[in-house]
């Protein structure tokens, strides 16, 4: 229950209320969420201080109900939640950002939107236009008045301190503690369908200007709500906002949606990222909130995880122990949630140790990667690109990709690397050096090397052993897997190889797993038992692309023959990565596997969305890079630099 020194709090998101649209349906879900609320209470004294909701409250244009219609709705449902605790909640404690569909479409106008998506459009131009506010401003301000006139109208004028902007910072104490809540807007570029990448935030300025209010307040805890989750904003300003919003200490928690899938994202040195699930997206879908309990003397965070069943609402259970059976999942090693509860206690805190820059640890193999990437460097092909990491020399060109200590972020280096490739291709290129083809093979495998890196050194700590131990059969959950970049850098890590990849012919911006060490099952292969058949003739069509299995005699025999050898001949093992069911529970019969691992000699895993984190950066992000890179180096080999 709620005690002299817990902060609680309801995270919402992701409504798409329309009575004309979907009244019809969503009462399955949203009538039972209130009484779900009174339950959660009652069972687990979960009675929230605060509410905070992540955008996406309306549905959005329709011609049958107008956004200000919704918007009524909206302001009820609120209502209704606001007051199904034992102690209501006042509005000056409920919080929300708006999101892509609380945008009136109608004002996002063709030019405003040939603006934004201009790749030459830089982060410092979006940060001029938003700090001036004038009519350039104002023009893409409009599409989110009748949020705006929402917020004032129903009694939620607190969050119009910048009306024009649409964001906010906000002390609230409870306990005797003060919370700072950052509202930030990352909807005001948004009116259009297929966004991911094209959405700009205007980070610096927008976190800059609550994050110093909040610090003027002297706040305790600081918490960012927003809409979108990182992956979806611009290149432009993608490194600079993972820098500000995961490697710096401007906020303590970020909570967003957009994305309807629920989860935690713990880190013990930075923020605390939880997003939600859509509260209601059909009643056949997946649909789910979240409380957050913080016992500050304690030192110890709570995240509860409610979902909807046909049945109601029920726990959010997340195997491997991470959350209990009620949902509920502990988080003991925040450290700045532990600096509070030593400056409560009258506790000097430990300082931190300035010598060595924040970042990632890179570890053991960051060390043998770094010395592999400086071999590869010493080429003379390579000369340009070293030169353009360090005058130094190879071995401080490889210790600026992949520093020493704690000072190493995947995406960052890989950028740099990207940056260097080129300044050195174009050497070569206007140089007309024959050297130019050996570097692009050098810088290809370098890149592949980088990549590895992005790969959780602690996820390979405590899982790589077993994955890739041929003796037994290997079940390991691999969080929010949705691209093949995960599977293919899991795999390299696993085979000791760089990540590599080639650009599909026919998509030059999409990237297919270059023949290699893995297998998948993709998920139109179902999410039940995989058939042995199914999973020989994968590995078959690896081996021997094009070939058809059932036109070779006794090919089972000859596969399993030619695997045998791989492994032994090659040291090469070929990974089978089974796709996990949306329960996140093994979906598959564990004694077929380790029939197929007794025939034949492969490794398995399992792709699901619940586990522990496998990538340092977010994978939408990582196939961009990917991308560009391979399309540089396409390109200087097809002598179009």
Not at 210 to 235: C, G, M, S, Y
Not at 264 to 290: H, Q, T
């Amino acid at each position: 229950m709620n005690t002299a020194n817990s902060i609680v709090w309801l995270h919402l998101s992701d409504l798409h209320l329309c009575e004309q649209k979907t009244g019809w349906d969503c009462h399955r879900v949203l009538e039972p969420l209130l009484k779900d609320l009174k339950e959660m209470e009652g069972d687990h004294g979960l009675r929230p201080d605060l509410i905070f909701f992540t955008g996406d409250a309306a549905f959005g244009n329709l011609p049958q109900s107008s956004l200000a219609q919704q918007y009524g709705e909206v302001a009820d449902f609120l209502d209704s939640v606001r007051q199904a605790f034992s102690v209501e909640v006042p509005k000056q404690n409920v919080f929300l950002v708006p999101g892509n569909h609380d945008v009136d479409r109608k004002k996002a106008t063709r030019q405003l939107t040939a603006w934004l998506r201009d790749k030459t459009r830089t982060a410092d131009e979006i940060t001029t236009l938003i700090q001036a506010g004038d009519e350039d401003w104002k023009n893409y301000a409009a599409r989110l008045c009748t949020y705006g006139e929402f917020l004032e109208t129903h009694g939620y004028g607190h969050l119009l301190e910048d009306r024009e902007r649409l964001i906010y910072a906000a002390i609230r104490e409870v306990n005797g503690v003060k919370l700072g809540i950052a509202g930030l807007n990352s909807a005001w570029s948004c009116g259009e369908d297929q966004e991911q990448g094209k959405v700009w935030l205007g980070g610096d300025w927008q976190s800059g200007t609550v994050t110093r209010k909040l610090k003027q307040e002297a706040a305790d805890i600081r918490v960012a709500l927003t809409h979108h989750p990182l992956n979806w904003f611009v290149e432009q300003e993608g490194k600079s906002l993972r820098t500000r919003f995961m490697h710096s200490q401007d906020f303590h928690v970020l909570l967003h949606g957009h994305e309807h899938e629920d989860w935690v994202y713990p880190s013990d040195d930075g923020p605390l990222r939880i997003a939600a699930a859509a509260c209601y997206e059909r009643s056949g879908e997946k649909n789910g909130y979240n409380f957050v309990r913080l016992d500050v003397d304690a030192g110890l965070a709570e995240v509860w995880l409610r979902e909807y069943r046909d049945t109601g609402w029920i726990p959010r259970i997340v195997p491997n122990k991470k959350t209990d059976h009620d949902g509920c999942w502990s988080l003991a090693n925040l450290n700045w949630l532990k600096a509070l509860q030593a400056k409560r206690k009258g506790i000097q805190p430990p300082q931190a140790d300035d010598s060595e820059p924040a970042g990632l640890d890179t570890g053991e193999f960051g060390g043998e990667i770094r010395a592999l990437i400086a071999g590869l460097l010493q080429h003379p092909a390579m000369e340009p690109l070293r030169k353009a990491l360090s005058p130094q020399g190879a071995a401080e060109a490889a210790t600026v990709l992949v520093p020493s200590g704690s000072g190493f972020d995947p995406g960052a280096s890989v950028l740099a690397f990207h940056k260097a490739s080129l300044d050195g291709f174009k050497h070569w290129a206007t140089h007309s050096s024959p050297l130019l083809p050996k570097a692009l093979e050098l810088a290809e495998q370098v890149f592949g090397l980088l990549l590895l890196l992005a790969v959780s050194e602690d996820w390979i700590a405590r899982q790589g052993d077993s994955v890739g131990d041929s003796s037994m059969v290997n079940i390991v959950a691999i969080p929010k897997v949705r691209e093949e970049a995960s599977v293919e850098l899991v795999l390299a890590r696993l085979g000791k190889r760089g990540g590599k990849w080639f650009l599909d012919p026919q998509d030059p911006h999409r990237l297919n797993i270059l023949a290699g060490t893995g297998v998948m099952l993709g998920a139109e292969d179902g999410f039940g038992a995989p058939a042995k058949e199914a999973v020989r003739k994968s590995l078959w069509q690896r081996l021997y692309p094009g070939s058809d299995p059932y036109k070779t005699e006794n090919w089972q025999i000859k596969l399993k023959r030619d695997l045998v050898r791989q492994a032994d001949v090659y040291q090469r093992t070929y990974f089978v990565a089974v796709p996990a069911s949306p329960e996140g529970n093994t979906p598959y019969d564990a004694g077929l596997l380790a029939e197929l691992r007794r025939e034949l000699p492969i490794g398995t895993f399992e792709i699901g969305s619940d586990g522990d984190e496998v990538l340092m950066v977010p994978e939408p992000e990582m196939i961009s890079d990917i991308s560009a890179f391979h399309r540089l180096l396409d390109d200087y080999r097809s002598h179009k630099p």
